[in-house]
């Protein structure tokens, strides 16, 4: 098992070196496309992160294993059924949806008045049943996308290398957030997301269906994280159960990173932990690579104690 | 005599006791900063790295006696705690979490990259010098523990940790000094985490850094707030129970985890309080012996 695990960082790890070995001059440019492809996948998980807190307060551990969910529901369809690969993220996403919701309803609804710990507790519990779940179905070798999944071809713009899947990588990640960001601040039941966020029991006297706004809130974050799993899956080639346990918890810190709570705070968090991290690696520091994510946080929260966006508490007696 | 006496236990059943000891210890400390002061701390395996690396470099290069240096990694993990509990325990609630969870994941993979600790091949790790079985030192060590939990408990010192847990403003403006006494529950906290992972290396023989990661920190926090958080027999209970509950379940094989994940969400939507939370056990326990009369409502405090 553990052999396999560093079979898949090797992965990675090459993918950061075949970036290393560029020009110095195009250098910049080149990690700096690297960064927002990996940063923009961070911000796609790293929105579900935020979204559910910013609703109910909890830190909802289950959502790496979400994400890994449906980077294996994409494999499968893909891999198996043979479908397009847009198609089979669709599907991922509807999938992880009814998941996110199943979840929502089973582990954390009979414990939204009791103690946030408590809650926290099961959201534990439900990632390690989910992983370990994956773990019995798909076993512990990490699986790889099959080759003819998503062709990809090198693009040169400037002095860098833009591969297509990394554009994809890009596109898909704006164009959910685009959506996202219209369904929150257009629609009704945006409207009323917002709301809850604001004050959960005045939203309730208000008439807002509260709980299926929370249902709701799980499925878009859920959506969000399988789209996120599929195209970390294509980008490292490499899908694992616990892959999502690493992803989640950097995920996690950038929502903190930019503030919990506020949705451009995730997009930008994730965005600037991916970037760092890509040249925290290109600077030699790879074998550090897991820590300069932290490390940021960490740094950022010192300077920053409510993130790059978030809201300042005002503590009130 | 106590040499026969342990070697008369079962040595499966000797391992399984010695585990629960450690975990007794790891989860008793992280219930003084998470249980009492009310302090979510994610990542108590930092602690416990730093204590089991420290102890076995102590063991390996120095040799001093063994109670030298759990003592020794036990100081060395206060004062890590110390220094970086002075910044980081101003923030609050989840960005202080977060903040534990990033120092951990630092402290692991620097430790994966030090000469000293032998990189990703870990340590291994002498047995310890001592006079006395390593069952009957994490006997002895758990029951400082405890008494020395209960001791901060209904101490000065341990009312203002909980007067910090229940209201961070009101113990301020009572003259509670938040920020001194939460670095002090920090560093104590630490403390035993360090001894519990001296202890542990020197049990196991065999320490590496990726066995300190994020699952170990949630099983900490699993067992303090399943047994009931900031009570003392809840954090003994859910030691015992989470310690052992791998063993049980053993016989299911590969649904292990599986049914270890489904137990700790069913556990916590039928006790959201944790088994022991909300329970006097003190008073319980003279009522069940007929010491203190049955009142329906129990007795105020200071009345």
């Known amino acids: 098992m553990r052999l396999q695990y560093y079979a898949s960082r090797d992965k990675q790890q090459r993918f950061f070196t075949d970036f290393r070995q560029s020009g110095a001059d195009s250098m910049f440019l080149q990690q700096l496309i690297n960064g927002i492809a990996l940063g923009s996948t961070y911000a796609l998980i790293a929105l579900g992160y935020t979204m559910v807190y910013g609703i109910i307060t909890l830190i909802n551990f289950a959502h790496g294993e979400i994400f890994m969910a449906g980077a294996f529901v994409g494999l499968l369809l893909v891999g198996v059924f043979k479908l397009n690969v847009f198609l089979a993220m669709g599907c991922a996403m509807l999938f992880c949806m009814a998941l996110g919701v199943v979840i929502e309803f089973v582990a954390y609804r009979p414990l939204r008045r009791s103690s946030r710990l408590s809650a926290l507790i099961s959201a534990i519990g439900v990632s390690i049943f989910l992983s370990s779940l994956a773990l019995m179905i798909f076993g512990a070798n990490a699986k790889a996308f099959p080759e003819q999944a998503f062709p990809v071809q090198q693009i040169r713009i400037g002095n860098a290398d833009i591969s297509t899947l990394q554009i994809l990588i890009i596109a898909v990640s704006a164009a959910l957030m685009v959506t996202l960001e219209f369904i929150v601040q257009k629609t009704r039941i945006g409207k009323a997301m917002r709301a809850t966020s604001e004050d959960y029991n005045t939203a309730a006297l208000m008439g807002i269906n509260v709980n299926r706004v929370i249902s709701f809130t799980f499925a878009l974050g859920s959506a969000l994280a399988a789209a996120g799993g599929v195209l970390v899956g294509l980008l490292f080639n490499a899908v694992s159960f616990n892959m999502g346990l690493m992803a989640g918890l950097k995920a996690f810190a950038a929502a903190v990173l930019g503030g919990i709570g506020s949705i451009p705070g995730a997009m930008l968090g994730g965005l600037v932990l991916g970037v760092t991290e890509v040249f925290g690696v290109a600077l030699g520091y790879s074998s550090y690579r897991d820590a300069i994510a932290f490390a940021i946080l960490v740094l950022v929260l010192l300077v920053r104690p409510t993130g790059l966006l978030g809201e300042k508490m005002q503590n009130k007696v | 005599m106590l040499e026969g006496l342990i070697n008369s236990i079962d040595p499966y059943i000797l391992q399984i006791l010695v585990n629960i000891g450690i975990a007794v210890i790891l989860a008793l400390g992280l219930n003084v900063i998470t249980g009492m002061t009310g302090q979510l701390a994610l990542g108590h395996a930092a602690f416990m790295s730093i204590g089991a690396f420290s102890g076995a470099l102590l063991s390996l290069k120095t040799g001093v006696p063994f109670s030298i240096n759990l003592l020794l990694s036990g100081t060395v993990t206060a004062a890590a705690a110390a220094v970086i509990g ?206 203190r009369r049955r009142c329906a409502l129990p007795p105020r405090e200071g009345s």
């Open chain 2, 86 to 291: 002075w910044p980081i325990l101003r923030l609050t609630g989840d960005y202080l979490a977060i903040c534990t969870l990033a120092f951990a994941e630092i402290v692991k993979v620097c430790l994966l990259n030090l000469e000293i600790t032998n990189k990703a091949l870990g340590l291994s790790v002498p047995p310890p010098r001592s006079p006395l079985p390593m069952p009957l030192t994490v006997l002895i060590c758990v029951c400082l523990a405890i008494v020395a939990s209960a001791f901060i408990a209904n101490s000065r010192f341990g009312r203002a940790l909980t007067a910090i847990r229940d209201d961070e403003i009101a113990a301020e403006s009572m003259g509670i000094n938040c920020a001194r006494y939460k670095v002090q529950s920090f560093a104590i906290s630490a403390f035993m985490a360090g001894v519990g992972g001296s202890l542990y290396a020197h049990f196991l023989g065999y320490i590496n850094p990726s066995d300190f990661g994020f699952h170990k920190s949630v099983d900490m926090l699993c067992m303090v707030v399943l047994g009931g958080l900031g009570s003392i027999p809840g954090a003994l209970l859910g030691a015992a129970l989470l310690s052992a509950a791998p063993e049980f379940l053993r016989f299911m094989a590969q649904y292990r985890m599986l049914v270890y994940g489904a137990l700790l969400v069913s556990l916590m939507v039928f006790r959201p309080n944790g088994l022991l939370g909300g329970v006097d056990s003190a008073a319980m326990l003279l009522r069940k012996l007929g010491l």
